[in-house]
């Protein structure tokens, strides 16, 4: 029988645990690369005489749960029953309220944005949340 070599450390193509570690922490920092910090609108809308032709999402990375639980607090008002579900944060109210509170903009600012746009930012929020952690 043949003798096998085992390595460890990298060497000769072996991976040690912590090298591991880094791989998969390098891929969640380039998919989190993807998340466009301004998310460029298909359709402008206007909101008190300004047209708005993106939307600022920077605020995500520096996002505190304060903010969260006020984005939670404003869906009740609104009668949004999905805050009192499992996961309210992936619902499109939620990441329009969210982009509100980030950008400092009153909270019905992207009630007349485009449709296809509203889900375009619901589903970047969501992927931030979810799958960029």
């Not at 939670?72 to 509100?100: F, W």
């Not at 600012?109 to 960029?132: C, G, H, P, Q």
Request: some cysteine.
């Amino acid at each position: 029988m043949g003798r096998q070599n085992k390595t460890t450390g990298g060497e000769n193509g072996g991976a040690s645990a912590t090298e591991e570690a880094n791989v998969k922490q390098g891929a969640a920092g380039a998919v989190q690369d993807k998340v466009p910090a301004i998310m460029p609108l298909e359709v402008p809308f206007e909101f008190e005489g300004e047209t708005y032709e993106s939307i600022d999402l920077s605020g995500l990375a520096t996002a505190r749960a304060e903010d969260m639980c006020e984005v939670d607090e404003e869906a009740k008002r609104q009668g949004d029953s999905s805050v009192n579900g499992l996961h309210p944060e992936i619902t499109r109210k939620y990441a329009m309220l969210l982009a509100c509170r980030l950008n400092r903009k009153p909270y019905n600012w992207l009630d007349k944005m485009n449709a296809k746009d509203s889900i375009r930012l619901r589903e970047t929020v969501t992927a931030f949340f979810y799958f960029m952690a």
